[in-house]
């Protein structure tokens, strides 16, 4: 079984900044693509930003020119540096990996998921 464990969230001014942080755990043979999506009230959820385990990156938008996502293949981790936040970066932020877990000689693809943290940009 696969963990994905968040951290780093909290309450910011507007033009502050947050490093949030994803550890995986478990039985992992490898990690493929990492992401950060997120939801606010009454939204869907929506791709932040996601990296390919070679370290190539796309953003939404939204999140261009202010966010940058990494990862550390060797913690099986992925981070997410947010600056310049706006009101409208509140939301739940969620981890996202695509994982290949093993159960004992068996190897299978996951789609695993963070319980989220909550980011709440307001003066």
């Known amino acids: 079984q696969v963990q994905l464990v968040e951290s780093g969230g909290g309450l910011v001014q507007p033009g502050g900044s947050l490093r949030l942080a994803c550890a995986a755990s478990?039985?992992?043979?490898?990690?493929?693509?990492m992401g950060w999506y997120r939801q606010a009230p009454g939204k869907q959820r929506e791709l932040v930003a996601g990296i390919t385990r070679r370290g190539s990156t796309n953003y939404a938008d939204s999140a261009k020119g202010r966010f940058t996502i990494s990862r550390d293949n060797a913690k099986n981790a992925v981070y997410l540096q947010m600056n310049s936040l706006k009101p409208e970066d509140t939301a739940v932020y969620y981890c996202?990996?695509?994982?290949?877990?093993?159960?004992?000689?068996?190897?299978?693809?996951?789609?695993?998921w963070g319980q989220g943290t909550q980011v709440t940009v307001s003066s």
């Open positions: 478990g039985s992992i043979a490898s990690i493929n693509a």
């Open positions: 996202n990996a695509g994982v290949t877990a093993y159960r004992g000689t068996l190897y299978y693809a996951d789609d695993c």
